[in-house]
């Protein structure tokens, strides 16, 4: 992979993306729904021990865990299979750029354009709390900066996955929901069902549930509070009651990294020999 | 064809062929373009043009033996590329700005910028006028004449282009044929094209396929 082709077509992808009207939406979607929980009092309330800047940005976070790994996995299952599908690849691919830097190009660039936006929000809702004089919960903003972005980069792993090995945008969007319905059918309402069901040993339903990226997310986020049963779900209160606040901490932020890795190489790795159109 | 005889072998391939599952779209070709090669290649749809070219542009894996510029289109592809020039069919939708564009590939190849906007404007494009709109709005016959000019700045020793007159209106393809007919006579030109009748002053071999096949292949 050549440093300048991969510059260029990182800088070429950006250029792009920022000119969709989704990426405006999706950015004011996120920084829209911080000011809105400031405007609404959120930081104000307490619900089940969380308050101030802390409940509203886990409030944030429960969101982002609904919408960001459905969104980055349609965003991303598009981009390889829908640049053949447009005749963008044909001539991209005409140019004296490897196939390692067109995708890792094309990676890091829908990284950036879906994590900025992440990033400026708990920034944006940082930076009011100050105007406001809120205390500043900065351990919750490092975790949660991190954790978006294994997040993030975890499905779009996945994404550029899928979009490798698809044939056509149908598809590869069909195969995304598919996966997205699976890891979420397999957090605390599925494993507990196993649980009583099968009769399975807790270990194994938990081993399960931490490997699912989204079960990993929706712990980490609420791994700096106190583990109660009723906030968390039953997994959620396993897994901490089982392991260290701090190893699940580094589990949350590297693991899914790790996985979004792996897929990321599975796919690159096709790319490189197979037909690219 | 003995004028060509001395001339280096730019583009040779023994046997070579490309399969899509059950069906064989290039059934064992044996090509030798060298170079000063203008060549027409003709066929109807379905022949394996396009499948040909791109398998020299290393997008397709396939069997048997293809060399272009003594190398191999897959494992040394980026090496190739950087001597080859391509114009497509249908230009792709950027949604980038042609002052986008034309930086992009000025980063990419270490051409000069005003290369490429002297290009596109001898071939009548208001490049002034077009640098702020994203190239996916400009009309075929702009995109185009855009996309030759990025091919031939960067002065190709292989330059490959399909259909390439497709969009140009009749005034733009005179320009651009009076333009190709100038280019570097040392380089190997490939041009396919349904239109036999507008290319034939350009170009000194044709090459016809049919079916995977060659089953013409003449120096005028």
């Known amino acids: 992979m050549g440093n300048k082709d991969f510059t260029s077509i990182l800088k070429l992808d950006l250029n792009q993306s920022i000119r969709t009207k989704g990426f405006w939406i999706y950015s004011l979607l996120f920084g829209g729904f911080v000011a809105y929980m400031f405007v609404s009092g959120i930081t104000e309330s307490q619900i089940i021990g969380f308050v101030g800047l802390g409940r509203l940005l886990v409030t944030f976070m429960q969101v982002c865990m609904v919408i960001i790994p459905i969104y980055v996995l349609i965003t991303v299952v598009r981009s390889i299979v829908g640049d053949k599908e447009n005749n963008v690849m044909e001539y991209m691919l005409s140019l004296p750029i490897s196939f390692s830097s067109f995708y890792w190009g094309k990676f890091f660039s829908k990284f950036i354009v879906i994590y900025t936006p992440l990033l400026f929000s708990l920034i944006l809702a940082i930076v009011w709390g100050e105007i406001i004089n809120l205390d500043i919960p900065w351990e919750f903003f490092w975790l949660y900066s991190a954790l978006l972005a294994a997040m993030v980069f975890c499905f779009l792993g996945i994404g550029m996955f899928i979009s490798v090995y698809t044939h056509s945008q149908e598809l590869a969007v069909s195969s995304a929901f598919i996966i997205w319905l699976i890891l979420v059918a397999f957090l605390d309402l599925l494993l507990m069902g196993m649980m009583l069901k099968l009769r399975m040993n807790p270990d194994v339903v938990i081993g399960i549930g931490m490997l699912n990226p989204l079960q990993v997310f929706r712990v980490g986020v609420l791994v700096l509070f106190d583990p109660k049963l009723t906030t968390m779900g039953p997994a959620a209160y396993y897994i901490l009651d089982t392991v260290s606040r701090t190893t699940f901490i580094i589990f949350s932020i590297v693991y899914p990294i790790l996985l979004g890795y792996l897929f990321a190489l599975f796919g690159v790795r096709r790319f490189k020999r197979k037909d690219i159109l | ?220």
Request: net charge positive; glycine share 8%.
């Open chain 2, 1 to 220: 064809m003995t004028e060509n005889i001395e001339k280096e072998i730019l583009i040779k391939s023994g046997g070579l062929k490309k399969s899509f599952g059950k069906i064989e779209v290039l059934k064992g070709l044996d090509i030798e373009w060298k170079a000063g090669d203008k060549i027409a290649l003709i066929g109807q749809n379905g022949a394996g043009k396009t499948t040909l070219i791109r398998c020299i542009l290393g997008q397709y894996v396939f069997e048997g033996s293809l060399n272009v510029l003594s190398m191999n289109p897959r494992k040394q592809r980026v090496e190739i590329l950087k001597d080859v020039g391509f114009v497509p069919q249908i230009p792709p939708p950027l949604k980038i700005t042609v002052k986008e564009m034309i930086s992009f590939f000025s980063e990419l190849s270490g051409v000069k910028k005003e290369k490429f906007t002297d290009i596109a404007n001898s071939l009548g494009l208001d490049i002034k006028g077009s640098m702020s709109k994203p190239f996916v709005a400009l009309s075929g016959g702009m995109k185009q004449k855009l996309l030759v000019s990025f091919a031939l700045g960067r002065e190709p020793k292989i330059l490959l282009m399909d259909e390439p007159s497709a969009n140009l209106d009749p005034a733009a393809r005179e320009i651009f044929f009076k333009y190709l007919s100038g280019y570097n006579k040392e380089a190997l030109l490939i041009l396919s094209s349904h239109r036999t009748e507008e290319i034939k002053d350009l170009v000194n071999r044709v090459v016809e396929m049919d079916f995977g096949r060659i089953v013409l292949d003449k120096y005028l």
